[in-house]
């Protein structure tokens, strides 16, 4: 499992087919990616990892404090392309990337486990699967990429 997490004043989400918008203040963008074979680790891992990351400036100006600590929102979007293998060709490949039958259920779980962290109010999501428009205002520029196979 793959996140790109970025630190943001402000994120947004519009889904137009499905009719549907959302949108967060200060806290964190995150991008998942799922694998073919990922599990309930993985989820755990990288959930918990984004919700404790010491990336938001304390009163000394270091970054040493969480989306947690600062009572931040979280905007939770699937990306199966964070799986897009590129090293043949020009065209990506994504057999690395979980098939929507295994990847729906584990990216709900995630949405879960963030929500457990930071409290339902705090955690919105697009659709999975769905084209979306996203927009945000990245603070800093603050991104990092946390993947569950580099660190177990």
Avoid: W
Avoid at 4 to 19: T, Y
């Amino acid at each position: 499992m793959k996140a790109v997490v970025q630190r943001i004043k402000s994120a947004s989400v519009q889904i137009f087919e499905h009719n549907y918008s959302s949108a967060i203040s200060k806290g964190l963008l995150i991008l998942l990616g799922i694998k073919t074979g990922d599990t309930m680790d993985d989820v755990n891992f990288v959930a918990d990892k984004c919700c404790n990351l010491r990336i938001f400036e304390d009163e000394n100006e270091k970054m040493n404090i969480s989306v947690k600590d600062i009572k931040g929102e979280v905007l939770v979007i699937s990306q199966f392309t964070l799986y897009g293998e590129t090293a043949k060709g020009n065209r990506p490949s994504f057999t690395e990337a979980a098939k929507p039958e295994e990847a729906t259920p584990l990216y709900e779980k995630f949405i879960e486990r963030v929500k457990m962290n930071l409290g339902d109010s705090k955690v919105k999501t697009g659709v999975f699967g769905a084209m979306m428009d996203i927009k945000l205002t990245n603070y800093g520029p603050v991104t990092l990429t946390i993947d569950s196979k580099r660190n177990f």
